[in-house]
């Protein structure tokens, strides 16, 4: 019996020793975040960061097999560039976490009242974001859900005073939305679909990154950085720094080759370059462990 239990010991050591020598290597692919300049979000709020022990030490979500799947709930009238994105990010966020991910039905425009819409600033029909969150997505409990996102084809805003919010999330309840109206110019167009998915890509890990407790990275740049615009979402990697996957990874317990290497063929195949060549860059310094 003690033979055995030695020899379990040992095994167990050898896996966490694997994983740890995974993070260490693709540590070395992390870029250092620039100093935050007028109108960036650590510029603007000042954040303490999460380590990885403070981040195991904290109430977060872990998949089990009754609560497993991440749901999807587009909500308008989508085009079909817009709905082809849709299926784009269900199989991302899929590959992303490991987990499974599903769509769900359209929901039609009509479920918001009149007294959560507006004309806004830019005299263009909005959503309140909150009501959506409270009164839409809280009503929806789809079965093994561990997460539930909403897309929006209509701008959103988050109270009065604001001209327009990007999305909005409750952590504690696992919901979220996200409007994708101002990720391209005007209209999505052939011309500019890769730029509008790769942010769609980068806002939607974020958020339910957060959902399983991540919080913002003010470590290197990556996906679970804050953001104040567009601009600053456009500046910053698709990938997770090795301290957020690490994290990820404990709560999850995926296989992390096969993750990069499924993440990297998804970027290559939809054309994301900068994407496949920082999953590249990662599998390079894993290859031979």
Same mark, same amino acid.
């Given at each position: ?60 979500? $872990? ?68 009501? $959506?969150?409270?009164?839409? &997505? ?14 929006? %084809? ?20 696992? $919901? ?20 509008? &998915?790769?942010?769609?890509?980068? $806002? #939607?890990?974020? %958020? ?32 997770? #720094?090795?301290? #957020? ?32 060549? &920082? ?11």
């Amino acid at each position: 019996m003690k033979k055995f239990l030695l020899l379990v010991f040992v095994i167990v050591l050898s896996c966490n020793s694997k994983k740890s020598d995974y993070f260490e290597a693709i540590a070395e692919n992390d870029i250092k975040l620039f100093p935050p300049k007028p109108g960036d979000w650590l510029y603007s709020y000042k954040e303490s960061g999460q380590n990885f022990e403070q981040f195991l030490n904290s109430k977060h979500i $872990i998949p089990t097999t009754e609560n497993n799947i991440i749901y999807l709930q587009p909500i308008g009238k989508f085009d079909s560039l817009q709905s082809k994105q849709i299926k784009l990010v269900e199989e991302y966020l899929r590959i992303f976490f490991q987990l499974k991910t599903k769509t769900l039905d359209n929901v039609s425009n009509d479920v918001i009242p009149k007294h959560a819409r507006r004309i806004g600033p830019d005299q263009n029909e909005q959503f309140l974001a909150g009501f $959506i969150l409270d009164s839409v &997505l809280k009503k929806e409990k789809p079965q093994n859900g561990i997460g539930l996102m909403a897309l929006t %084809e209509v701008d959103l805003y988050p109270k009065p005073e604001w001209s327009f919010v990007f999305g909005l999330a409750s952590y504690r309840d696992r $919901i979220a939305v996200s409007s994708i109206y101002r990720l391209y110019d005007k209209r999505l167009q052939n011309k500019d679909f890769n730029l509008c &998915l790769e942010r769609l890509l980068k $806002i #939607c890990s974020h %958020e339910i990154g957060h959902m399983f407790g991540l919080h913002h990275c003010i470590d290197a740049n990556c996906v679970m950085n804050g953001t104040n615009s567009l601009s600053e979402t456009d500046e910053h990697t698709l990938r997770l #720094c090795s301290n #957020c996957q690490r994290k990820l990874n404990s709560s999850i317990k995926y296989d992390n080759k096969k993750r990069l290497i499924e993440l990297e063929k998804y970027f290559k195949r939809n054309n994301l370059a900068t994407g496949a060549e &920082l999953m590249k860059k990662d599998f390079e310094k894993i290859k031979n462990k």
